[in-house]
């Protein structure tokens, strides 16, 4: 059984490199375009990690993340800030809401899927 992953990301071609990027290495990668599609996601599934966009419109990933946390199945679940929000106190302030992590946008392609690897070995 293979791995499953959320991303929650409203940008298409991010959504597409980190798809193709996790999938050729055995991940099941599940994309939501907002952070209500992502709640609706987790309501019948449980993903063994979720990446989750910090700067989306119509809900953040501050405060899905924050919902997510109140959801007991998905106490276990690690979910990593997929951000460019890189300017001091951004790394702290996705803690506080309750990410497991944080992983800088831009990706290194090279690096991606190990880190990723990582956060669901722990």
Known sequence: MSTKILYIEDNPDNQKLVFRLLSVHGFDVHLADSGPDGLEFVKTNTPDLILMDI????????????????????????????????????????????????????????????????????
């Open 55 to 122: 700067s989306m419109p119509q809900m953040d990933g501050y405060t899905v993340t924050k919902i997510m946390r109140n959801s007991s199945h998905l106490d276990h679940v690690p979910i990593i800030a997929l951000t460019a929000n890189v300017m001091k106190g951004d790394r702290e302030k996705t803690i506080e809401a309750g990410c497991n992590g944080y992983i800088q946008k831009p990706i290194d392609i090279d690096t991606f899927p190990d880190q990723v690897q990582q956060f669901i070995d722990l």
